[in-house]
DNA sequence: TAAAACATAACGACCGGTCGGTTTATATGG
DNA sequence: CCATATAAACCGACCGGTCGTTATGTTTTA
């Protein structure tokens, strides 16, 4: 293996590492050695690809976030009605929570830290205001499509998103307490029909 | 001043010291010497009260789980008919936000510990459920009144609990983003819209 | 005077970050 | 093709400081 792919190859590993601590234990009380010894690498190995502590922890929220973005992105235009769209999204949510528990404890970590932490603070709202312009510009399609009433689109795209963050919110505090894909569906259902438009 | 009074006095100076460093900074970074600092008493003061660090954050937000149950249902039933319930409670939320912006850093830590900590999580599941019956009630409520079409009050109580959750998500992120009351009023009456039963 | 309430100082564990040294990969010169 | 130089990549012991907790002493109340 050559430098470049042994370097990425740690670097990579090391986020890895850091995403399972961070998300089980938390910023604060996961140590930098722990992240090493999770990742198979030494202390000189963490420092040389990172700055700090926090530094890994912002390039980590970077890439997740932005993966999130291009999930939600896709997602969005992936079904040919916005109604079908959000059950279909709903749906989805089921898988996430279910299979991908540990995103959502970083998903909480990333969010205590936002409000106090004024770097992560910044790498958190300019994705989170994306988020809001992709729910937006779905409702306003929706809209034109004649599925929805003409509603404020601002204001529903930021009650989709909210709706969203608070279903996560429940579901990483009550992973198995109920049914969180089905719930949603059926959150959105009734939203939708607050939504459509009559004929 | 007596014993008794004096023993309650500097537990509670305690406590509400606790409440500002925990919400300022969260529960990690919230050094005990610094609680006692704020509080104007000393370790042994705080030990001699707390069995721990944790023991004084589990008091704490067991009273204040236990208040905002209070406020929640004195409000449910505050209102005529549920749908102005509704639309009261959300625009109260305007100054919950405004005003006690400390109180939902603190919501927000208690929500990252609980998911992490076994004996936070249990202290939290219980009020939280609650709450959940409340809405629960509450849409129940607006159905018997003939407010509401015959959905499910267990998804419809849920759909509420999400949703507030959420926007305190959001307006913890960004306080000053948006017009939080406003918007979760207008997210109320699309749903309410998707609720209302027609004629 | 005895017990409760509080103060003070110290302990031991831990943690983020540093630093001098070592290994590994690659470029260079013969 | 080999020997060597060099810089990137990595190691791991160590430091200064902090933190939760405790042990012991002092004040206050009854």
């Known amino acids: 293996m050559n430098n470049l792919q042994r370097s990425a190859q740690t670097k ?41 502590k926090e530094a890994a922890f912002l390039e980590l929220i970077a890439s ?54 004024e770097k992560i603070h910044q790498a958190t709202i300019a994705p989170y205001k994306r988020y809001l312009l992709i729910f937006e510009k779905l409702v306003q399609r929706g809209i034109d499509e004649g599925s929805f009433e003409t509603v404020d689109p601002a204001s529903a795209g930021q009650l989709l998103l909210s709706l969203s963050s608070g279903f996560f919110l429940q579901a990483s505090l009550d992973p198995d307490g109920a049914n969180w894909g089905k719930l949603l569906q059926e959150s959105i259902h009734i939203l939708l029909n607050g939504l459509k438009r009559r004929n």
Request: proline fraction near 1%; hydrophobic fraction near 45%; aromatic fraction near 12%.
């Open 12 to 52: 990579a590993s090391i986020l890895d590492a850091a995403t399972v601590c961070f998300a089980r234990e938390g910023f604060d009380a996961t140590g930098v050695a722990e992240i090493c010894q999770r990742a198979g690498v030494s202390k000189g190995a963490f420092y040389y690809h990172f700055e700090s």
């Open 64 to 117: 997740w976030l932005s993966a999130l973005e291009q999930v939600l992105e896709d997602e969005a235009y992936n079904y040919k009605t916005v109604p079908e769209g959000l059950l279909g999204m709903a749906g989805n949510i089921q898988q996430i929570v279910a299979n991908n528990r540990m995103l959502m404890s970083l998903f909480l970590e990333l969010w205590t830290h936002a409000s106090r932490n």
